[in-house]
């Protein structure tokens, strides 16, 4: 490969002969990733040893033609990387859409509107299960949510955790309600969504459960109101943890919520989940664009190394 290679701290420092070009041999890195990790030891932080790096063979053309390469690939990802960003700008806009609808709705609001502290017009508002969970999950049952289950309004549970019947009657308290309101207490915290009927009576785990006093407020409401940008920051100066941010039930008890009457928070409902598939919409599509120049760059580097460039 020519002269011998330099280490510091976390680096392997290649230095190239006048027989190889150094952004060849970059590229040939970036395409052969996950096999050069073979050579890798360690579980948990991975690292490759200087007399493993040293063993180290590759295959190369002349210089005049990894030079060629290097300027066909240099021109292509230069490209592909205006395109990944114009792709993340306009996800980033699509998002920003749909938060500054919620930023209006709560912001400016009409006539009949009324401030309420949330632990005034509930039922119930208390912790899922908190403890440990080794010894509760089994293969089958009744599900059991968790805080990964709860991202950005939405509820996905990925049918990996389940609980006896006889531990989740232990735990009535936290028995989901079809439309209660679910709020990631710990990690992500403020992230809500609302039980959907599939999950009536299921249980959950270090979540806060909410339920409406009657009459007060919809589920898909407040739990559209705690994705708002106002309330994302809020969730962050009433956390504790340093490590882990976490909410108390008696913090969120003492949040101020908007509340006009039903029917107009169901308005703002419609309106806001009309807006809101059409922003997944896009973000699904800016999605598959960024999926789509990851591929493009893996096919480039493997034509460039096969000679089929």
């Given at each position: 490969?020519?002269?011998?290679?330099?280490?510091?701290?976390?680096?392997?420092?290649?230095?190239?002969?006048?027989e190889l070009d150094p952004d060849f041999l970059k590229y040939l890195f970036i395409a052969e990733g996950k096999e050069i990790l073979r050579f890798a030891s360690g579980s948990v932080h991975q690292t490759i040893y200087f007399p493993e790096a040293k063993?180290?063979?590759?295959?190369?053309?002349?210089?005049?033609?990894?030079?060629?390469?290097?300027?066909?690939?240099?021109?292509?990802?230069?490209?592909?990387?205006?395109?990944?960003?114009?792709?993340?700008?306009?996800?980033?806009?699509?998002?920003?859409?749909?938060?500054?609808?919620?930023?209006?709705?709560?912001?400016?609001?009409?006539?009949?509107?009324?401030?309420?502290?949330?632990?005034?017009?509930?039922?119930?508002?208390?912790?899922?299960?908190?403890?440990?969970?080794?010894?509760?999950?089994?293969?089958?049952?009744?599900?059991?949510?968790?805080?990964?289950?709860?991202?950005?309004?939405?509820?996905?549970?990925?049918?990996?955790?389940?609980?006896?019947?006889?531990?989740?009657?232990?735990?009535?308290?936290?028995?989901?309600?079809?439309?209660?309101?679910?709020?990631?207490?710990?990690?992500?915290?403020?992230?809500?969504?609302?039980?959907?009927?599939?999950?009536?009576?299921?249980?959950?785990?270090?979540?806060?459960?909410?339920?409406?006093?009657?009459?007060?407020?919809?589920?898909?409401?407040?739990?559209?109101?705690?994705?708002?940008?106002?309330?994302?920051?809020?969730?962050?100066?009433?956390?504790?943890?340093?490590?882990?941010?976490?909410?108390?039930?008696?913090?969120?008890?003492?949040?101020?919520?908007?509340?006009?009457?039903?029917?107009?928070?169901?308005?703002?409902?419609?309106?806001?989940?009309?807006?809101?598939?059409?922003?997944?919409?896009?973000?699904?599509?800016?999605?598959?664009?960024?999926?789509?120049?990851?591929?493009?760059?893996?096919?480039?580097?493997?034509?460039?190394?096969?000679?089929?460039?």
């Amino acid at each position: 490969m020519g002269r011998p290679m330099a280490t510091s701290q976390d680096f392997l420092n290649w230095v190239c002969s006048s027989e190889l070009d150094p952004d060849f041999l970059k590229y040939l890195f970036i395409a052969e990733g996950k096999e050069i990790l073979r050579f890798a030891s360690g579980s948990v932080h991975q690292t490759i040893y200087f007399p493993e790096a040293k063993a180290f063979h590759i295959s190369h053309p002349l210089l005049p033609e990894q030079q060629r390469i290097v300027a066909i690939l240099d021109e292509a990802f230069d490209g592909i990387a205006a395109a990944r960003a114009n792709a993340e700008q306009n996800l980033r806009n699509a998002r920003a859409l749909f938060e500054s609808h919620l930023q209006a709705v709560f912001s400016q609001r009409g006539e009949g509107w009324e401030e309420r502290r949330l632990g005034d017009v509930v039922s119930r508002l208390t912790n899922g299960y908190v403890g440990p969970t080794r010894n509760i999950y089994q293969d089958s049952g009744i599900p059991y949510l968790l805080a990964r289950h709860v991202k950005n309004n939405r509820l996905f549970f990925d049918g990996k955790t389940f609980i006896t019947n006889e531990f989740n009657q232990k735990n009535k308290k936290s028995i989901l309600k079809f439309n209660d309101v679910l709020l990631v207490q710990s990690g992500h915290i403020g992230h809500s969504a609302v039980v959907t009927k599939e999950h009536d009576g299921h249980n959950c785990h270090a979540m806060i459960v909410i339920t409406s006093a009657e009459g007060a407020f919809i589920g898909p409401y407040l739990s559209l109101f705690f994705s708002s940008s106002g309330m994302q920051q809020k969730f962050q100066e009433i956390r504790s943890g340093s490590t882990v941010p976490h909410l108390t039930c008696g913090e969120v008890k003492e949040l101020l919520v908007p509340l006009p009457d039903l029917a107009t928070q169901q308005r703002v409902v419609d309106r806001s989940q009309e807006l809101g598939t059409e922003t997944q919409r896009l973000e699904s599509l800016y999605q598959r664009k960024l999926d789509a120049l990851d591929e493009l760059k893996k096919s480039l580097l493997h034509q460039a190394f096969a000679g089929q460039l």
